[in-house]
T-cell receptor
């Protein structure tokens, strides 16, 4: 089955700097890659996603890039703010009638004021 | 509109007892998923419903775990004879329709503690 690896497990950046989180996946049939933000005591919140027919997608300060050949995708957060502090999860799905998500192990992002 | 809701938010039970966890998906969402989040295992898939049918139960860890969905809406996850290793946060997610809109929206979860 699908396996998703995520790095780093923890990341601290100064407020205003950029943060990058990277994930690799194993199944070349995967075609949907969402990113979730999870704050303490809450469920994961979908923040951005990308499909396999697109190489990059941007939404304000957040962007995701996908390299299907290398089977990796990354989350980029620019101009980080204290409210960006959370645990971020990447995930992958094959789709075709069952979009169950296989998650990475998470990255705890801390923004230093 | 309202998001995914789950109840109870917290459940403490004694080892060996049965528990039922409830999920109310976003109205109109036909696909529903259960995941489990535990410290050592991260977020793992349990079961997927399309309407009232469960085409993929491959993530259920043992036959003590079962789930059903009625009326294409509410789902319950039942754990029989709970064990300490069942302690985790159980998350429910729903999406608009299988094969088209893939975005899954999660509820706040039920934190289960087995003593």
């Amino acid at each position: 089955g699908e396996n998703v690896e995520q790095h780093p497990s923890t990341l601290s950046v100064q407020e205003g700097d950029s943060a990058v989180i990277k994930c690799t996946y194993s199944d070349s049939a995967s075609n949907y890659f969402p990113w979730y933000k999870q704050e303490l005591g809450k469920g994961p919140q979908l923040i951005i996603d990308i499909r396999s027919n697109v190489g990059e997608k941007k939404d304000q300060r957040i962007a995701v890039t996908l390299n299907k050949t290398a089977k990796h995708f990354s989350l980029h957060i620019t101009e980080t703010q204290p409210e960006d502090s959370a645990v971020y999860f990447c995930a992958a799905s094959i789709g075709f009638g069952n979009e169950k998500l296989t998650f990475g192990t998470g990255t705890r992002l801390t923004i230093i004021p | 509109g309202a998001g995914v809701s789950q109840s109870p938010s917290n459940k403490v039970t004694e080892k060996g007892k049965d528990v039922e966890l409830r999920c109310d998906p976003i109205s109109g969402h036909t696909a529903l998923y259960w995941y489990r989040q535990s410290l050592g295992q991260g977020l793992e898939f349990l079961i997927y419903f399309q309407g009232n049918s469960a085409p993929d139960k491959s993530g259920l860890p043992s036959d003590r775990f079962s789930a059903e969905r009625t009326g294409g809406s509410v789902s319950t996850l039942t754990i029989q004879r709970t064990q300490q290793e069942d302690s985790a946060v159980y998350l429910c997610a729903s999406s608009q329709s299988s094969g088209r809109a893939l975005e899954q929206y999660f509820g706040p979860g039920t934190r289960l503690t087995v003593t």
